[in-house]
């Protein structure tokens, strides 16, 4: 492969990174109106007359996202070309690019007619399909499958269910969180990790429900997790992208809920927030990661069960006799 295929679409996935991550930086520092009702003009003018911090942040996220766009956009035909005969790679191509889009066209509408928070708490989780999907098609481009021998790659149905089920839970805890962020929910709850520690009474507005369906939900997407490493510890110690996949994906969870927690002992330290989004990212990646695998498991399993099939139709064939 192409060396500057590789490093373009290396870049890309680490100017993904940067979409994330300012995105959440727009969010919590609440400047998401720093060029006031327009868009993609701050103000209606090309060059600002008035700098603020809030115009600053908005501004770069808007030009970071452009150019990384036209990076996605670049990366998708380019590895259409060259890599197109690996069948995921046309779908990853069209929707790192859609979502992409998507994404901007929601900021947009936010900017300019305004949107509920319930909506704009789907804009994170939109990016986020389309870094996960710039992610594989990076990892497609380095052939990381052949380094893992992943045409061998052979995941049990109940590993398989425990992929999926926790990749699409892992996007309701994204979700939740984005919520928890658009509501301005993240103190509602002085204490960690109940509302008020010492007290078991439910949540008694929309805001601290909204904060501690979030946290409930992070718990169990932390338990889920660390069940399925014990059982990729336990069962998958010859599939070494199946167990460390997994100790990493744990690693990473349990660096989520800690940055979750320090958000709230801390009062919202500005790092610690974005660290919150970066290893929620990262977790999404390798579950989406885990998701392919699952994919070409099923694919290597049909075709293992159909060598064995004409090997054993190869076997009750009588064999041929000549008569001379």
């Not at 670049?74 to 995921?88: A, D, M, N, P």
């Not at 103190?187 to 007290?199: A, F, K, Q, T």
């Amino acid at each position: 492969m192409q060396r500057s295929l590789k490093w373009f679409a290396v870049l890309t996935t680490i100017g993904m990174l940067f979409i994330l991550l300012g995105g959440a930086l727009v969010t919590k520092t609440e400047s998401g109106m720093g060029c006031g009702k327009s868009w993609p003009l701050c103000n209606g003018e090309f060059v600002p007359s008035s700098i603020t911090p809030e115009l600053v942040i908005e501004l770069a996220h808007r030009l970071v996202s452009g150019l990384v766009g036209i990076m996605v956009l670049v990366l998708s035909v380019w590895t259409w070309i060259k890599i197109g005969h690996i069948r995921e790679t046309k779908f990853l191509s069209l929707t790192s690019f859609f979502f992409l889009v998507l994404q901007a066209m929601i900021g947009a509408a936010a900017v300019v007619w305004g949107q509920s928070d319930f909506v704009l708490a789907l804009h994170f989780g939109i990016s986020l399909i389309s870094f996960a999907a710039v992610l594989l098609l990076t990892l497609l481009i380095f052939e990381v499958d052949k380094k893992f021998k992943a045409e061998k790659l052979i995941i049990d149905k109940r590993m398989r269910s425990h992929i999926i089920g926790v990749s699409l839970y892992s996007y309701a805890v994204v979700y939740t969180g984005a919520l928890v962020r658009h509501v301005n929910a993240s103190l509602v709850c002085r204490d960690w990790p109940l509302c008020i520690n010492g007290s078991f009474s439910l949540p008694e507005n929309m805001y601290e429900w909204v904060q501690m369906g979030h946290r409930a939900a992070a718990g169990l997407i932390f338990i889920w997790i660390g069940y399925i490493t014990y059982q990729a510890i336990k069962y998958y110690k010859d599939q070494k992208v199946i167990y460390w996949g997994w100790i990493i994906s744990f690693i990473l969870v349990s660096l989520q809920v800690a940055a979750g927690a320090l958000v709230v002992m801390t009062r919202l330290n500005l790092y610690i927030a974005l660290a919150h989004a970066f290893f929620i990212s990262c977790l999404f990646g390798v579950l989406s990661y885990f998701l392919l695998l699952s994919s070409r498991s099923r694919k290597n399993e049909l075709a293992i069960e159909n060598v064995d099939q004409e090997e054993k139709q190869g076997e009750t064939v009588p064999p041929i006799t000549t008569i001379t």
